[in-house]
């Protein structure tokens, strides 16, 4: 049997990040993935925000091009226009970034393994062993930590005996290559409660590339079929047809806040697994990002130290009191069904004051806080000693 001091169950870009870390550090490290390649079934839109791309390494030749512009619509397609100073956003390319990343997590020792699924994981005194599903057997490793980085729907959580994500959206959306719109690189955001209840439809247009899609509560509407009245409904906007559809993408976005216990002395969790995504707009690579790279440390830490102490750190309730506002926000915004109503929220927006708020909300510094300044400046070495 084979021993590892972490294993990580799920390659997206938590996973990734995480063991990419870890393994510069010198530690064993096993990396799981259902998937044959990480550039198959992605689930993001992946749009980093400008804070994530001041602090993190994301390779150029990953990303789109600079998007400043907003769009918010109305359900009568009324809307407001916003245009940012800075470089406000970038598409990821995320099936080049996670090989990219793959390729760094290997480069540091990790192992990898494909195509295999995580069946379940018992405990010892001082390890874990866990079995995985791989092709039509069974293979079985022990290890001295795990990391759960299997997505809103945490099997990982569930073994290790941590909160599960009980709220979440589901979206769906289609890739367009070539298509040449007469505007610059725009966010375009659409409020439906019909076609999106409590979330929003929208297009990311940055100029090489456009993601289309649909997200709101499952129960309350058919993705797909949502997302083919959409695109149909947009084409006085844009016309999707002068484009080439090269993919489709779906999944959960868990929206309920981060979890309050995320982390005991057999494992930790991280991304959509730790509920890490913002209650208000569902944006979830900062979040990841920063997460997992405070994950690592705290991880390394424990490893070393052995001392339970350690984990107190990676606590959901020290994050989730930072998110308060947002999760009342998402509580009201899962409640409106009327496009009556929405109609006149968009149309209060356009109004100069309040169109600084709905501006803030686009453009605003506010991403996944640190806990303290001492464990921000902290994450923020420990990252930057290793690149």
Known sequence: MEDFDVTIIGAGLAGLQCARLLGRQGLRVLLVDRKASLDQKIHTTGIFVRRTLEDFDIPEDCLGPVVRHVSLYSPKHRFLQLESKHDEFRVGRMGRLYGRYLTQSLHAGVEWLPEA????????????????????????????????????SSRVARDLQLDTNREWIVGVENVYDQLVLDRPPTLLCFLDPKLAPGYIAWIAYDGEQAHVGVGGYPGRFDPTSALEQFETSVRDI?????????ERRGGRIPVGGILNRIANERGLLIGD?????????????DPCMRLSTFAARVTENFLLSGDPATL?????????????SRIWARRIASHVTSSFLTEVACATLRLPALSRVAAHVFFGRGSFPDVTTKQSTETRCFEQSLE
């Open 312 to 324: 107190e750190q990676y606590s959901g309730k020290l994050f989730r009191s930072r998110f308060i």
């Open 117 to 152: 699924s995580y069946i379940d994981s018992t405990h010892s005194v001082r390890t874990s062993t866990v079995r995985l599903n791989v092709g039509s057997s069974v293979r079985t490793v022990t290890t001295k930590f795990i990391i759960g980085a299997d997505g809103a």
């Open 238 to 246: 844009v016309d999707l047809r002068n484009g080439k559809q090269i």
């Open 273 to 285: 697994a730790a509920g890490a995504v913002s209650p208000l707009t569902a944006g979830g690579l």
